[in-house]
C-alpha cells in the first residue's frame, strides 16, 4: 500500500501562486507515475498535471500548461504542484495519485492510490 498526503492548499487571490506537496509513504516507488487532479464544487474530477517514474515525462491539461508545474524529489518521496497565475475557475480539491504503471497518465483508472485532498480557494 502506498499512503499520499497532500499539503499547501490554502486561499489566495487571483494572479497569486500557491505550490502544493504530496507525501508518499509505504510501498513507494520512483517508479510510480505521479498525478494531480482536482474537483470543484458540482463538478467531476478532472486531470491537472502527471509526471513519470522514470525519466521525468511531465503531462498537463491545457487549461493549466504554462501556468503549472509538476516535479518530484524522489530521495524526498515527495511530489509538488507549482501553481502560479492562479484563477478564480483554479478553485477545487486537488488531489494526489500514485500509479504503479509508471507513466505520466491523465487517466483517473490508471492511479491505484489516492490522497484524501487539499483545498485550493482562489479570490477574485
Known amino acids: 500500500q502506498v499512503q499520499l498526503v497532500e499539503s499547501g492548499g490554502g486561499l489566495v487571490q487571483a494572479g497569486g501562486s500557491l505550490r502544493l506537496s504530496c507525501a508518499a509513504s509505504?510501498?513507494?516507488?520512483?517508479?510510480?507515475?505521479m498525478g494531480w487532479f482536482r474537483q470543484a464544487p458540482g463538478k467531476e474530477r478532472e486531470f491537472v498535471a502527471a509526471?513519470?517514474?522514470?525519466?521525468?515525462?511531465?503531462n498537463y491539461a491545457d487549461s493549466v500548461k504554462g501556468r503549472f508545474t509538476i516535479s518530484r524529489d524522489n530521495a524526498k518521496n515527495t511530489v509538488y504542484l507549482q501553481m502560479s497565475s492562479l484563477k478564480s475557475e483554479d478553485t477545487a480539491v486537488y488531489y494526489c495519485?500514485?500509479?504503479?504503471?509508471?507513466?505520466?497518465?491523465?487517466?483517473?483508472?490508471?492511479?491505484?492510490?489516492w490522497g484524501q485532498g487539499t483545498q485550493v480557494t482562489v479570490s477574485s
Open positions: 509526471i513519470s517514474g522514470i525519466g521525468g515525462l511531465t
Open positions: 495519485a500514485a500509479g504503479a504503471i509508471g507513466l505520466a497518465t491523465p487517466h483517473e483508472a490508471e492511479y491505484e492510490y
Open positions: 509505504g510501498r513507494t516507488s520512483s517508479r510510480h507515475g
